[in-house]
């Protein structure tokens, strides 16, 4: 070993390093190549799961980077997806138009709303902010569903969306269905790890800690909140499109508010303000029912409905576990666990900065 | 010291840490003995504030912890125990912001802890501070600076302390106001021989109405002594009392002057 | 005659929903989302316990009843906060909130499991009591409502204003750690806070169950409530009264002059309003706003 500490940093390259200890390198490298098998091992129901997921964790880094890292209380993710599957199913269905265009323009759509619903964040914020929010989440959803029941073969069926295809191949297969969605969530974490460790996430997370303070330093609130907002509505809208092709229907009813909830709860879950924490609380919050369903069944006695209630509950029961007893979230467990190892044999002790902000 | 009596309050060697690595007070040892007033003294950051809140379990955050030292009020341990534990035992705090209740008014700021054997006490308020009397039905935030205190005061007084604890009284109030309070306040003391321990940073204030005064720098005490004494003795009235041994700044400044070579 | 009336009623329910909400606000700065889920728990337990005591639910098995339903509910409340709500003093409120809203998912999916979702009715005083001139009638329990709700109120208004632990308890809500030094103990407030709530909305969800049929999506109107609660100013009782009012005029006038489906977003469209009118609502302190 040379003289020199592995933490003492010489270089602004070695700084801005998104993976600076060798193991972590590794890590990630093992991580890609068990993904990129995945296939090859796995049936269509995990698949399946693992396409779940997939769609979650784009959502859920949305709504992190608004309200983990920028401190947007915003109950409007349903809303959003509602705008970008809707968006999908209108341009697909009704004029046709390849995936190609439908995404981009879902993506758009969904941006513009989230600049619209965010202009009451310049206003308020915590509980005010987010009573807002939830207003004008019904208000998307009243919509959608009038059009709906106009566009609809009936009030409730649906809107169906055609799989996407490019030229003639056309993606159906759990396993094409998996490729795919790795291929846009990946770059999607990229970007938001990259969005958070930028200029950008460094403004949102001031304005989050102190926001008088962050704009008595020169930082244009404003801008930067609506900047959160959009980009998080962006993103949830590509959630709620892509979620569309692989559920190739579209019911306005499945965008509730539980479903603006359970986001938040991924991000509770998986740590808020931590982009990598948004993908663990993604894939947690996703398979918890699925896991909850098994458990029931493999217990011996027979719970009829009862396991039907536990699985509902099992989400509340996530969010005031951890808000209680782990309110950093997983990545939190992760990041405590790698410290005692990075510094084993000193103890590390982390400094909070405070209970109450 | 201050008399062969057993001290009312006892602090000793007390250790208070912030958020796990400042240290905030190191090793303080103060003792009140009873009927008397002691003052504490320093400047900003001292750890006199600190100290007064470690007694009486004042401290907001759960990352301000005494993570050593003995605080014993009559024989009885306050470690670890609620503030309105403490508050019951006689030990009263009047903090230094966040005084009183702003949205409620002055009368029912007196009446927060009345109970019929508190009455004369409620009673009594009015008397030391006849300013009070005519502002009954007004809403706290309204009040003046100095009422402000004084109501402050007079809400402590009403939960029959044995021990008073003021923080900086003299912050944002005229100096006659001031003098004003501080002779209140040991018109009290006399009157109903109420231990008191005040925190100041107006020194000569303070000293003025106690009986003995600490002096605290950087977490820890670097004087005491019997109030007299404190008030003549020349570091004291050079560093706190504002009185300088030197006739003009220029030689106060050879200290810190930056050595140069023509002198 | 009788739309006053079913509007005076509705109104009632809503603005007990927003009375509970406004104390655990005045107290703690939190907005609780679970309101209507312990509504509707409620009315579903003193259901079941009027089948303990006798389904007749008249006389002494419906005083037992009341009795049970009362106890218990306002036990519940300081297991709630003893259990949840004390762990997160000192954190931000929004946390405490998303707390609650657990807790609503909770006991939503708890009426599911223990009530097996079918739909209920608490048949109490459904004869009518008095028929207008007009053609209308006014049913007992529509009486019973409107004088419960007005009981409810006066009583919390003297209880605030002119009680000792009242004083305490606005003291409290202002500054907690005042509060504690000047020997309250914050832990009584708050649980008492939170037992007041519970109670109140078991009262409001009995009263509901007894003139609609009870389901777990009753648990709807806790939205109601809350948009009432912010009509009227989260920390202000009085507009927790007049906002009940308010939101119950304004639904029910929607569901019979223009259509009832619209009807069930008037609580949503008058949160758009008054969030980008009047947010503070219409009697809270003005300050609120950026205290959280």
């Not at chain 1, 060798?22 to 129901?45: E, N, T």
């Not at chain 1, 800690?209 to 993103?235: C, H, M, Q, W």
């Not at chain 3, 207008?132 to 009583?155: D, H, K, P, Q």
């Not at chain 3, 009227?232 to 009782?237: A, M």
Request: hydrophobic letters at 50%.
């Amino acid at each position: 070993m040379s003289s020199q500490s592995p933490y003492l940093l010489v270089s602004y390259a070695q700084t801005n390093r998104v993976l600076p200890e060798p193991y972590q390198r590794v890590v990630v490298a093992v991580i890609v190549a068990a993904l990129l098998c995945l296939p090859a091992f796995s049936g269509d129901y995990f698949l399946h799961l693992m396409n779940l997921c997939s769609i979650a964790v784009i959502g859920a880094v949305g709504i992190n980077l608004l309200t983990g890292y920028c401190g947007q209380l915003s109950l409007g993710q349903a809303s959003f997806m509602a705008i970008g599957a809707f968006t999908t199913a209108i341009l697909a269905q009704r004029y046709g138009l390849p995936f190609l265009v439908a995404i981009p323009a879902s993506c758009c759509a969904g941006a513009a709303v989230g600049f619209v619903v965010g202009l009451p964040a310049l206003r308020f914020r915590g509980i005010y902010l987010a009573i807002t929010t939830l207003a004008m989440h019904y208000a998307i959803i009243y919509v959608l569903t009038n059009y709906q029941a106009v566009v609809g073969p009936s009030a409730s069926a649906g809107i169906t969306v055609p799989a996407p295809s490019l030229g003639g191949f056309a993606l159906t297969s759990e396993r094409g269905w998996f490729y795919a969605l790795l291929i846009i969530a990946a770059p999607v974490v990229i970007f938001g790890i990259n969005l958070a460790r930028s200029y950008i996430g460094r403004a949102w997370v001031a304005i989050r800690d102190r926001d008088i303070s962050a704009e008595t330093s020169g930082i244009n609130v404003p801008r930067y909140k609506l900047l959160a907002f959009t980009i998080s509505a962006a993103l949830a809208a590509l959630a709620g499109s892509l979620g569309a092709y692989f559920t190739t229907v579209v019911t306005v009813e499945e965008y509730t508010l539980e479903l603006a909830i359970v986001y938040l709860a991924m991000i509770i879950v998986g740590g808020m303000g931590s982009v990598t924490g948004s993908v663990l609380g993604a894939v947690f919050i996703t398979l918890l029912p699925f896991a909850v369903e098994r458990i029931s069944e493999a217990l011996p006695w027979q719970l009829g409905t009862t396991a039907f209630g536990i699985q509902e509950a099992a989400i509340g029961v996530a969010i005031i576990g951890f808000l209680l007893f782990e309110p950093d979230g997983l990545i939190e467990i992760y990041r405590r666990v790698a410290t005692y190892f990075e510094r084993w044999p000193f103890r590390y002790h982390e400094i909070k900065p405070g209970g109450a902000r | 010291m201050t008399g062969v009596a057993a001290p009312l309050l006892d602090v000793r060697q007390l250790e208070v840490v912030y958020h796990d690595v400042a240290t905030a007070v190191q090793g303080i040892s103060i003792e009140v003995a009873p009927g008397s007033i002691v003052a504490m003294i320093g400047t900003n950051g001292a750890g006199k504030t600190t100290t007064l809140r470690a007694v009486s379990g004042f401290l907001p955050a759960e990352d301000v912890a005494v993570t050593d030292g003995v605080i014993s009020f009559g024989g009885q341990s306050l470690r670890g125990l609620l503030p309105h534990q403490i508050s019951r035992l006689g030990v009263v705090l009047v903090p230094e912001r966040e005084k009183l209740f702003q949205t409620l008014t002055v009368a029912e700021n007196l009446d927060f802890n009345l109970t019929r054997k508190r009455q004369p006490i409620r009673d009594a308020v009015f008397e030391y501070f006849p300013r009070l009397a005519e502002r009954q039905k007004q809403i706290a935030g309204y009040l003046s600076g100095g009422e402000k205190q004084m109501l402050a005061i007079g809400m402590a007084l009403v939960c029959e302390p044995r021990l008073l604890l003021v923080d900086e009284l003299s912050l944002g109030l005229a100096p006659i106001v001031t003098s004003e309070i501080m002779t209140i306040l040991q018109s009290i003391n006399r009157n109903l021989g109420l231990a008191m321990l005040i925190v100041e940073q107006n020194a000569a204030a303070a000293l003025r109405i106690a009986s003995f005064g600490y002096v605290l720098e950087n977490g820890r005490v670097v004087f005491k002594g019997e109030a007299e004494k404190l008030l003549m003795h020349q570091d004291m009235r050079e560093f706190y009392l504002g009185d300088s041994k030197a006739g003009s700044y220029r030689n106060i400044r050879q200290y810190t002057r930056k050595r140069r070579w023509w002198g | 005659m009788e739309l006053s009336v079913s509007i005076l009623a509705l109104g009632s329910t809503y603005a007990l929903l927003a009375a509970g909400i406004v104390v655990i606000y005045k107290a703690s700065r939190v907005v609780n989302f679970a309101h209507g889920e312990l509504a509707i728990v409620g009315a579903y337990v003193f259901h079941s316990a009027g089948f303990l005591t006798g389904t007749s639910l008249t006389g002494l098995s419906l005083v037992a009843t009341i009795a049970i339903a009362a106890a218990g509910s306002a036990l519940f409340g300081i297991l709630v906060y003893f259990a949840l709500m004390r762990r997160l003093l000192g954190r931000p409120t929004f946390v405490a909130a998303m707390v609650t809203i657990g807790l609503a998912i909770i006991l939503k999916a708890a009426i599911v499991v223990f009530f097996k979702s079918r739909s209920v009715g608490i048949p109490i005083g459904r004869q009518p009591l008095y028929n207008f001139a007009g053609g209308g009638r006014i049913t007992w329990i529509e009486l019973i409502s409107i004088l419960v709700c007005i009981a409810t109120f006066a009583a919390l208004a003297v209880f605030f204003q002119y009680t000792r632990l009242g004083r305490q308890f606005r003291g409290a809500a202002e500054n907690p750690l005042l509060a504690a030094q000047r020997q309250v103990n914050i832990n009584l407030i708050l649980a008492l806070a939170w037992s007041l709530a519970v109670f109140s909305a078991a009262l409001a969800g009995v009263l509901f169950g007894s003139r609609s049929m009870l389901s777990p999506q009753s648990t709807i109107i806790g939205l109601s409530g809350l948009t009432a609660a912010l009509v009227g100013g989260l920390d202000s009782l009085r507009g927790a009264a007049v906002g009940g009012l308010l939101v119950a005029a304004a639904t029910y006038l929607t569901a019979r002059l223009i259509s009832p489906t619209l009807a069930e977003t008037v609580p949503f469209l008058i949160l758009l309003v008054v969030m980008s009118w009047r947010p503070w609502g219409l009697f809270g302190t003005v300050e609120e706003l950026n205290r959280v």
